[in-house]
């Protein structure tokens, strides 16, 4: 079963934003793709690493591998892209 790219948006961001992962806090990058069926890891690694791009998602690397967290300046936004993707609020 292929998800609509904006649903995996949707959900990625709706989970950090639910276990608030925002700002300082930071979560590691592989933890992201938990949730998914594992034939979705590598499109749920890509759309992770264009939220990053996007600047929804802030990146610091580590000795240990890459940590993400929610832009804080743009939480807003971000639920904003929830509520109309996955159809509820915070």
């Given at each position: 079963m292929k998800l609509n790219p904006d649903i995996i948006k949707g959900r990625l961001l709706y989970h950090l934003r639910r276990k608030r992962v925002i700002g300082?806090?930071?979560?590691?990058?592989?933890?992201?793709?938990?949730?998914?069926?594992?034939h979705l890891g590598?499109?749920?690694?890509?759309?992770?690493m264009n939220l990053i791009k996007e600047g929804l998602l802030?990146?610091?690397?580590t000795s240990y591998g890459l940590?993400?967290?929610l832009n804080k300046e743009r939480i807003r936004?971000?639920?904003?892209?929830?509520?109309k993707v996955?159809?509820?609020?915070?």
């Open positions: 300082g806090v930071y979560t590691h990058f592989d933890t992201l793709t938990k949730g998914f069926p594992s590598k499109e749920v690694k890509s759309i992770a802030i990146s610091k690397p940590q993400v967290s936004e971000i639920e904003e892209f929830i509520f996955l159809e509820f609020k915070f």
